[in-house]
């Protein structure tokens, strides 16, 4: 080649790099093939073999994102499944909520009654201790009830809440008709 031709293609080499604000090995890349290969009746195979090339590694990559998918979908399930600890911490929250309601309701009935917390016999306390722990079985046994419909049957959350709450009611009403404290018409209205 001559220093002309030489330069020109310095100039060339130059121009791309400045434009792209690249190196040339960087922009230029040379082909996947060679001159042999894009012939007059050599070119179709070339371009039936890059293209089978292509799509093997189309489905090679396919499979691998499947494969992917399949183990975190798996993953999600196996940690979505139900477990005792998430029970009893379903039960622990009934617990907690059934209890604190049924002392918020009494302390405010003793508050209605003209009574503050700080004039509280030790009548009142015990008081406040049963209504804390039949509130505290009453919600965990409705959250446990209602974690175990929602996650061992097909029964959506609300559902499963509203189920655990007419039973619930149906045993109160249940009690009371059957310790004489309401009448058959009140029970069955």
């Not at 089978?52 to 590694?57: E, F, I, N, V, Y």
């Not at 998430?86 to 009934?94: H, S, T, Y």
């Not at 209890?99 to 503050?116: A, D, T």
């Not at 310790?179 to 009140?186: A, M, P, S, T, Y």
């Amino acid at each position: 080649m001559s220093n002309r031709t030489i330069n020109k293609v310095w100039e060339k080499v130059q121009l791309i790099e400045n434009e792209s604000g690249k190196t040339f090995s960087q922009v230029i890349k040379p082909s996947i093939s060679n001159y042999a290969d894009v012939q007059q009746g050599k070119v179709y195979e070339t371009v039936d073999k890059h293209e089978a090339d292509l799509k093997s590694l189309n489905a090679k990559k396919r499979d691998s994102i499947k494969d992917d998918s399949d183990k975190q979908i798996q993953k999600a399930e196996d940690n979505s499944q139900p477990s005792v600890s998430e029970a009893l911490g379903a039960g622990l929250v009934g617990a907690a909520i059934g209890g604190g309601i049924n002392v918020s309701l009494m302390m405010y009935q003793k508050h209605k009654e003209g009574k503050s917390i700080t004039e509280f016999d030790e009548q009142d306390w015990i008081e406040l201790g049963i209504d804390l722990t039949k509130g505290a079985a009453s919600g965990g046994i409705k959250g446990f009830s209602i974690y175990g419909l929602t996650n061992f049957t097909d029964i959506s959350a609300p559902i499963a809440s509203s189920f655990v709450s007419a039973s619930s009611g149906i045993s109160k009403i249940s009690l009371a008709y059957k310790q004489g404290k309401i009448d058959l018409n009140e029970f069955l209205v």
